[in-house]
């Protein structure tokens, strides 16, 4: 269990995915850019690239946690993480808005 202000430190964003590429060599994982409003072209690894496929995700708004201590993975500085469900078979599922939200909104 975590309290009240540890949670609240976590800056959740809705990110719209601009450009997706796997990383050469690797079965799992995506170079995403991502588009936040403030900030146009951030780098986010994730581990997704083996249930989600690089067309299925650019021009989607989905949610990002922004405020992580930059990561490099692969030689790829990543500066973030995708939120996604988990399916039945363990593999991730995107998440994205009812509607269209500006890149950069807040979710809480």
Same mark, same amino acid.
């Given at each position: 269990?975590? !309290?009240?202000?540890? #949670?609240?430190?976590? %800056? ?16 799992? =994982? +995506?170079? =995403?850019?991502? $588009? #936040?409003? /403030?900030?146009?072209?951030?780098? *986010?690894? @994730? ?7 690089? %067309? $299925? ?6 949610? #990002?946690?922004? !405020? =992580? %201590?930059?990561?490099? *993975? ?7 993480? *995708?939120?996604?469900? *988990? $399916?039945?078979? /363990? !593999?991730?599922? =995107? +998440? !994205?808005? @009812? ?5 950069? @909104? +807040?979710?809480?």
């Amino acid at each position: 269990m975590i !309290n009240y202000d540890d #949670f609240s430190k976590i %800056e959740v964003k809705i990110g719209k995915v601009i450009n997706a590429e796997k990383v050469p060599e690797t079965d799992k =994982l +995506l170079k =995403l850019e991502v $588009d #936040f409003g /403030e900030e146009t072209n951030r780098t *986010i690894v @994730s581990g997704i690239a083996h249930a989600i496929n690089t %067309e $299925d995700i650019i021009g989607k708004e989905v949610p #990002f946690v922004v !405020n =992580l %201590e930059p990561r490099t *993975i692969r030689g790829i500085e990543s500066r973030g993480m *995708i939120m996604v469900a *988990i $399916d039945a078979e /363990e !593999n991730p599922v =995107l +998440l !994205n808005p @009812s509607k269209e939200v500006p890149p950069g @909104s +807040l979710v809480r």
